[in-house]
Every structure is written in C-alpha cells, then in structure tokens.
C-alpha cells in the first residue's frame, strides 16, 4: 500500500518557526470567548463592576498626586498633577496588567491546558485583549478629564501626535505579551519566577517615568549621565510620547522610540519562541 | 478501510521524583556541555537502554497499533498502564518522547468531563466556551444548539450559571456539547464513569450511531468493562506501558483480568479464601475444605452436575443450615445464584454432599463464592463465606446452537432451556 497522507502527525521533533498562525486563525472564536470569560468572571459578584476598573488607577493617581506630587515635587510643571499621574498610571496599568497577567498563563490554567488541545498562543492573547476592555474604560476616562482640563485652560494642550497612540497601545500589549510569555514559559520549570513577577513589574514602574517627571531629574533627563542608560527602558518612549501628545509636556526622541521598538520586537520574537519550544510538553513539568 | 489513527513505535518518558527542584543548576550544567560539545553531566550512564533506569521511567514502551476508521477501539488496563499518557499524545496534551502518532480529521478529546466550564458563566455560554475549547467555531454550534440542548435534558436551566447546577446536570451538559461535535475522531477516558445510568446508556447508544452511522473513530478508555462491551468491537491491553493485546473484545477484557488468579485444581482449601468485608461472622461456623470428586480438569458441559465435598466445622449443634453458591465470571460480574435444602450439623467437623446443577451457563470460566447461613427469625443469617472458593470452566461442545460464538453483550450471560416451538397444523 502507497504511503498515505495524514493531516496531523505528533512527533516529538518539531519545527521551531512553526507558529500554528492558521490554526490560531481557526481559534479565534475561542480567543474573543476567552476574552469575554476573563471579563464577565473579573467583575461577577461584585457590587461596583467594571466601574472597578475606573477606581482603581483613580485611587493610584489620587495617592501618586498626594505623595510623589505635592509632597515630593516630583510632578511635571505646566499642567495639572493630577492629570500628568493619570496619564502615566492608566497606561502603566495596562502594560502591568498584562504582563502579570499573562505570565502565569500556564498555572493558572493548566487544568484546561491539561485535557485538550488548542494553540497554546490563544490563553496569552486572549489576556492581552481582556485587558484591552479595563484599559478602554479607562482611557475613556482620561479622555474626559483630558477634554475637561481643555475647556479650563489648565495648560493641557493636545497636538496631532496623538496619533501615535493605536501604535503606542499596540507596542504595550507586544511587549507585555513577549515578556510575559517568556516569563510563563520558564515559570513552568521554575516557579521562583511566578514569586517575582510582581516585584519586577513592580520595580520596572518606577524605572519607567511613572511616579515622576524624569525632565525633572538631572541625571534622566536629556543630557544628564543615565539619559541613555535609562531611555533603553522601551516603555519610557512610550510614556513621553503618550504625554507628549494628550498633554503637549515633555519630547519625543525618535531615536530612542526607535530603539524600543527592536528590543519590543526581539523581546516579543524570543518569547513566542520560547513559548513553542515549551508549549509541547510543558504539562509533563508544571 | 483506510486508518484513521497510526501509532508507530510511541515511547513516552517521565522523569521521577520532584521535578524542577534543584534543577536550574543542573540544567544550566547540562546547557553549557551541550555548548562545548562534552557529554551531559547529569544525564544518567545507560539513559539509552530501555525500561526503568535511574530517575526515568517509561510510561509507554514501542507502542504501535493502526485503527481504521470508523472503529471504536477500547483501552484497557490497570492503573498506571498508560493508558492516560496515550489518551493524552493523541491529544496533544503532551509530546511523545520517540516515534510519532498520525491521524486524520479532527479530534475531540474528551479527558475530562467539562474542560473550560466556567461556574459564573450559563449553561448556554458555557457550551460555546467548551465547544470553543474543543475546536468548534461559534457558527459551528450554532448549527449544533438545539440538538445539543436537547440531548443534555436540562433546557429549563440553560441560562443559569452553571456553579448552581447539580453535578448530573453538568456531566449531562458537558457530554452533550462533546458529542455533537464534527469531529472525525473522539477519545474519551472515563466520562461515561459520571452520570446516572439512564444518560450513560443514552451515551454509549449515541457513540455507536457515530461510529456504525456517521463513521467516526472512537478511541475509549475505561474501567468499567461492560462500557467497553457496549462500545468497542477491539481492545487494546495496555499493561506497564505495554501493549501485551490487541484484538477481539472477550479475549482482551480476560487477559486484563488476568488469568493469574484462576486456579484449576480438585481441592481448595477455603480457610485462606478472602472474605468479603461486609459480614459479621460470629467464628462458630467455618468453612474449612472444598473437594470436587467428578473432575479431572474442572470442565464441565452445560447440564452436567457438580459432585463436591465441603468440610464445616461448626462450635455447636445448628439446625436450618444451607449454602448458596454465587456463580461469578472471571470479571467480577455476577452470573447466578444456587441454594442449597436446608440441613443441620453437629459439634466438630462436618462432611457435607454436594450436587450442583450447572444449568443455563454458558461457554465461559467462572468463579464460585460460597456462603453458609442459617435460617432463623425468618431471615437468613449468613454464618461464614469464601470468595473464589473454586474455579470451573464450561464448555459444550455437542451441536447446541450458538455454543462457542456466544455474544454476551448481546444475549447476557445466561442460556435458557430450549423453547419447544410447534406449529399447528389447522
């Protein structure tokens, strides 16, 4: 009998490059099905709801404004604190939500993970987009604190740079996807890193122009001694780039944006990388 | 016909003991050999050879067996068998470690009942999510909703979280979105061992007008032996990673029980038989020794009659004493039941007489479980009992119908008295 044709053959070589796109492709019900559980199992049974999502980076800039603000002095001049820390903080929380997020996507769900197939990309997309909805509401937010400060000729002004923003949220969840996967495949070996994901997105906040206004300090700004250590930092473009855009504070350096932009792409390759050389057998170690 | 499923030389290895404990440093050892070209440090000598070496252990060993399509094929074996491990390669839960698994179509793999259910989420969102998880596309199972509804019987409840359902409700739920999927292949492991038995019967019948009707593969893995009767028309025996059978279904479920334990002999010492647990035997009565005095080699055709000797030995003088005889087969499944007229013993060792029937039984080995009890205050109370107390085999040879090609899935375990059938002449 001539050697017949299968459709699927399990082997335990594999293709390094093969990313299952078309099967990934042929899951996205289950992608925006994921999407729709994390949101509706988030805010069940709670009173408030989805208005958590607005209370939580309100309650973070309130208390950012209070201390590193109006204590410290570290806000930016020109426009309001308030504004300046909420800018900053909702999309912090977003790249901090979906790095913490997805980097435990394979314990947190290796009960399914466990029992069927589908591409494994699917659980770590689907947390980069349900984070997309709590972020939404709270640039919707931003947007209307941002129009308010407009009509109050507070010295928010916005320019056509905001156009840059679909790009800056599309670098964010890339970045949070490449480092989170990374960060979940080796967590499936090494739990040590599942303790210390909270305490480096914790560190990277305050290594990222959050809580401060790095034009402030000598040594961040343009010009000063880390100036180039510290804009390696891909988020920290982004940050400069949102604000220089909604609040018309601070500058964009392109060539620093520039380079965030490889190491998202370097980053967001090697995690995916990663993630298919583990994705096959991780169940037999987690 | 073609083959739906080809397994070719499937090994699956485990590492033992904790893993991930300790290991950064020996990996990052075994990492850097690599680099340099040296030999792994922390691979064990001998890691090539077969079996169980060091601190790995092969799960399946060369596995390799076809299945055509359309076929339901049942898996059995003992816990730890691999059975599971196999389930889950074909699944792509996990990789095997040597040889590949093709197949074609589209596999449902059943491994649990109700992956991805949410409790917060409804009945019916619930079904799109588990469909989803399963490889459906939402227009998929819109086509599929009604039907799946339907055959989950719990339509009133569609939209209540499933967390407020009870745990029939949800296997019935979970088991209908499984089997009303398009696939071409579905594997399941235990799911049938949930739910009442009205549904699981409902389940196995709808598994068999998928494979004989639309034609799908179906690979079940279970315990329960009369599923797999229903089911499959092939087993494969799994035993310690190994396949040791694979053909007909009778044969496979009797090499899985193991013929280890039969025991074919003229005398059988009933003191050390277990005994079941569930007895409060007061030690006055006990059942000492069995001799079967017509047999050479404990086969007998249908009709014959048994002539044995059991020893009691009783403390006292006992009136309204008598056995019964529980015929087993070798599966534990009980076949039937014998009484014997009611006697009385004396203080000391007692020889009883024994003629047992063998009516109605078919060609097959059983085991017998005897019990002694006394009857008093109008109920029976058993006094001593030995499990596979003997072991006998049944084989009728004369031209009786049906005799070596009996069908027990089909016409049980019992044959009946021929039915006199004449036709009148008007």
Redo the contacts between chains.
């Keep these: 009998m001539a050697e ?1 044709k ?7 070589k ?1 293709n390094p490059l093969d990313f299952h796109f078309k099967e990934l492709l ?2 996205r ?2 992608i ?2 994921f999407v ?2 994390n949101f ?2 988030q805010y ?2 709670t009173v408030l709801g989805p208005a958590w999502a607005i209370i939580q980076p309100l309650l973070t800039t309130i208390v950012f404004s209070v201390i590193f603000g109006n204590v410290a002095g570290l806000g930016a001049d020109g426009v309001p604190t308030f504004i300046f820390y909420l800018s900053g903080t909702v999309m912090w929380s977003y790249f901090g939500s979906c790095l913490t997020n997805t980097s435990n996507t394979f314990i947190s769900n290796s ?8 591409p494994r990309l699917v659980m770590p997309i689907s947390t980069v987009f349900s984070n997309l909805i709590g972020f939404g509401i709270q640039f919707g937010m931003f947007l209307c604190f941002i129009i308010y400060y407009l009509f109050t000729d507070s010295g928010v002004h916005v320019n056509w740079m905001i156009c840059m923003f679909p790009l800056y949220v599309i670098q964010l969840a890339m970045l949070a996807l490449g480092f989170g996967v990374i960060i979940s495949s080796l967590t499936t ?3 040590d890193l599942a303790m210390l994901v909270g305490f480096i997105a914790e560190m990277w906040k305050y290594l990222t122009p959050i809580a401060y206004d790095m034009f402030k300090l000598h040594a961040l700004a343009p010009g000063g001694k880390l100036h180039a250590l510290y804009m390696l930092n891909p988020v920290t473009p982004i940050i400069n780039g949102f604000r220089y855009g909604f609040l018309g504070i601070g500058q964009i350096e392109w060539f620093y944006y520039g380079i965030g932009w490889a190491t998202t792409i370097v980053i967001f390759l090697i995690g995916v990388l990663l993630f298919n050389r583990v994705e ?2 991780f ?3 987690i | 016909m073609s083959d739906a499923i080809r397994f070719e030389n499937v090994w699956k290895e485990y590492r033992l003991g904790a893993i991930g404990g300790g290991t950064l440093k020996g990996d990052l050892q075994s990492f850097i050999a690599r680099i340099r070209g040296q030999e792994d440090p922390n691979r064990k000598i001998g890691m090539e050879l077969m079996g169980e070496v060091g601190e790995y252990f092969y799960a399946l060993k060369d596995i390799s067996f076809n299945v055509p399509k359309g076929q339901a094929i049942g898996i059995i074996g003992h816990n730890g068998a691999g059975k599971s491990t196999l389930l889950k390669l074909l699944a792509r839960v996990t990789a095997p470690t040597k040889g590949r698994i093709l197949y074609d179509g589209r596999i449902t793999s059943m491994l649990e009942v109700g992956t991805g259910f949410h409790g917060e989420l409804t009945g019916m969102e619930n079904i799109y999510m588990n469909g989803a998880i399963l490889g459906m596309t939402k227009a998929e199972i819109d086509k599929k909703i009604d039907e799946i509804i339907e055959f989950s019987e719990v339509a009133a409840f569609i939209d209540t979280p499933v967390k407020r359902y009870s745990s029939g409700m949800y296997v019935k739920l979970a088991f209908s979105v499984a089997a009303h999927l398009d696939s071409e292949i579905m594997i399941m492991d235990e799911v049938l061992a949930v739910g009442d038995a009205r549904f699981q019967q409902k389940c196995i019948q709808k598994m068999k007008d998928e494979t004989t009707v639309a034609g799908k593969t179906v690979l079940y893995v279970s315990h329960n032996m009369n599923t797999i009767r229903q089911l499959c028309e092939r087993v494969v025996v799994l035993d310690h990673g190994q396949l040791i059978y694979d053909g007909e279904v009778e044969e496979a479920i009797k090499k899985y029980i193991g013929i280890a334990n039969v025991n074919y002999k003229r005398e059988y010492s009933l003191t050390d038989c277990p005994r079941p647990k569930s007895g409060r035997y007061t030690g006055e009565i006990n059942l000492k020794k069995l001799n079967l005095l017509n047999t050479e080699n404990n086969v007998f055709s249908e009709g014959d009659v048994i002539d044995l000797n059991i020893e009691v030995e009783s403390k006292k003088n006992v009136e309204n004493m008598s056995f019964m005889f529980i015929f087993q087969n070798l599966d534990d499944t009980r076949v039937g039941m014998s009484e014997s007229n009611e006697f009385s013993l004396h203080e000391g060792i007692n020889n009883i007489s024994l003629k047992v029937p063998l009516d109605c039984l078919i060609n097959e080995e059983y085991k017998v479980e005897i019990s002694i009890s006394q009857y008093t205050d109008n109920r029976h109370m058993r006094c001593d009992c030995a499990k596979e107390a003997f072991f006998f085999r049944i084989y009728t040879k004369e031209n009786k119908m049906k005799a070596d090609n009996w069908s027990p899935s089909n016409w049980g375990r019992m044959r009946g008295k021929p039915i006199k059938a004449e036709v009148n002449i008007t």
């Design positions: 017949k299968f459709d699927v053959v399990i082997e335990s594999y042929r899951y019900d289950l925006f099905l729709r559980r509706v199992a069940k049974q009960s399914i993970l466990g029992k069927v197939y589908f070996k090494y739990r096959r057998t169940m037999d170690t």
